[in-house]
């Protein structure tokens, strides 16, 4: 899904003849005019401000597409806290507050101890540092909310779907329209929340950037909690810019779960700094890709022969670590190939306490926080995992040829991956 984002990105840029085509990740920093309705508070925000009260505060709640993995969440996150940041300081100006609400995370499809485990409508603060993403914008976690709201009633729920054509007359223009043509029909579950009713339903179609979403929530100045779904649909405003990093930034860890792994990294690899200088990271993604995408992944034989060049190539290293979701068979058979050529590498194996706390999405987040310390990281191509990690060694001042590097399929072409640099301002 990532990837058809790059795409329509791409296609962008191009067909609107944009000069800068060299990151071709910026999508667009179009700025969107909201029309405002009332103008009953001049620009002297104090005197707004105080006209706030918890019973006036309007919430935006969002819901992805069901099958799409926690890391692609993460990216959608983004795009909206963006757009909620901007939009929210321009409407706190006419006394009005808004609040992104956190949608609770799982069941996803990943995350296979569902069957051992409960993994239901989880909270953000179970994996993020929710004041840290408050210091970016204003959210707030839907159980937080239950507690001062009681009841939800949802004024609306736009439901965003993509044009047919997204190039109509070989342009990508922004552009969105209430579609009425179908009755609508919301099949999700609110999170398991029985005590929420709606209003109204309304399906969008949608494209453009996720400022565009602020034209649909100024609408109907009385409404004041809007749902979107599909949220996917809104691209990048930001992508790359100093605010998309200043966004990323916030989005730290929760702190237990970054202790976790310093204690592994520290007993395990012998280093106590941040940036480690002894062990190489892997994220091998297998499953769905190892099946699906043969011409962007190597074999378990083809992994173990890039592993190795990688440590002839870099006397520090001593150590490997591999980050991975392979079923346990292949894991075996990869770590026993690596044995026969000396290498001994390890994985982060959480104990009953980790995986009942912190669940498959915590122990993701471990593995992740490992390979974005490592001396030197080797990614699977387009894993939005991988993309993370990335930009979490970006954020550390790796020097971005230690990061930017991917497995190569066993023959055929292997292009490096895009150097999505970080820009501090
Ligand atoms: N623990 C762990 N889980 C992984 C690893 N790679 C993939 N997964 C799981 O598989 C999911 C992959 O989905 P997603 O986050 O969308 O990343 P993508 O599909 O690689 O772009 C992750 O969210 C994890 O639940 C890994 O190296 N370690
Ligand atoms: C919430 O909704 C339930 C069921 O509709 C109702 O019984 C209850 O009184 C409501 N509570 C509040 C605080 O409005
Ligand atoms: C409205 O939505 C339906 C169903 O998603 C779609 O088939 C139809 O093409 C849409 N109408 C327009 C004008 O795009
Ligand atoms: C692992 O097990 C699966 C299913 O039993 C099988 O298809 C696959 O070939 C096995 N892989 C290895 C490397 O043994
Ligand atoms: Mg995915």
């Known amino acids: 899904m990532e990837r058809a984002l790059v795409f329509m990105c791409f296609f962008y840029l191009t067909f609107s003849n944009l000069q800068t085509f060299a990151k071709a990740e910026v999508c667009s920093d179009k700025t969107v005019t909201i029309s405002v309705n009332d103008k009953s508070c001049s620009d002297t925000s104090e005197v707004c401000s105080s006209q706030i009260t918890p019973e006036t505060a309007k919430y935006i709640f969002y819901e992805v597409n069901p099958p799409e993995g926690f890391n692609l969440r993460r990216d959608v996150y983004l795009r909206l806290a963006i757009m909620v940041k901007k939009f929210s300081e321009k409407e706190r100006k006419h006394g009005r507050q808004w609040k992104l609400v956190l949608p609770p995370w799982g069941p996803l499809y990943h995350w296979r101890s569902t069957q051992k485990i ?13 004041d840290s993403l408050r210091s970016f914008a204003p959210v707030i976690e839907l159980h937080e909310l239950l507690d001062i709201e009681k009841n939800l009633t949802l004024d609306k729920i736009y439901m965003l779907q993509h044009y047919k054509d997204a190039f109509e007359n070989g342009v990508f223009v922004e552009k969105w329209e209430i579609n009425d043509s179908v009755s609508c029909e919301y099949s999700g579950n609110f999170w398991g929340q029985t005590n929420v009713v709606v209003r109204d339903i309304q399906c969008v ?23 979107f779904t599909n949220a996917e649909t809104a691209l990048h405003d930001e992508y790359g810019t100093s605010l998309y990093w200043e966004a990323r930034k916030s989005m730290r ?20 700094d941040e940036k480690c200088n002894n062990y190489l ?73 980790v995986i009942l706390k912190y669940k498959d999405g915590g122990v993701a987040i471990i593995d992740q926080i490992i390979c974005s310390r490592s001396a030197y990281f080797i990614g699977t191509h387009e894993s939005t995992f991988t993309y993370r990690i990335q930009e979490e060694r970006e954020i550390m001042g790796f020097n971005s040829d230690t990061t930017f590097n991917r497995f190569c399929p066993d023959t055929g072409k292997c292009e490096n991956p895009s150097r999505w640099t970080i820009i501090n301002d």
């Open 205 to 227: 179609n949608f494209q453009g950037v996720a400022s565009k979403l602020t034209e649909i929530l100024s609408l109907n100045s009385y409404d004041r909690m809007i749902m």
């Open 118 to 130: 409960s993994q239901r409508a989880l909270p953000w603060n179970l994996f993020f540092d929710i």
């Open 253 to 272: 860890f929760n702190s237990d779960l970054v202790q976790i792994a310093s204690d592994f990294i520290a007993t395990v690899f012998k280093c106590g």
């Open 281 to 353: 990271g892997i994220h091998w993604r297998r499953r769905d890709f190892a099946a699906g995408r043969r011409k962007d992944v190597p074999s378990i034989k083809g992994t173990v022969k890039q592993i190795s060049e990688a440590l002839m190539k870099n006397d520090l290293i001593k150590y490997v670590f591999i980050a991975t979701d392979a079923p346990y068979n292949e894991t075996k058979k990869l770590l026993e190939l690596l044995l026969s050529h000396k290498i001994h590498a390890k994985l982060y194996e959480p104990t009953d306490h």
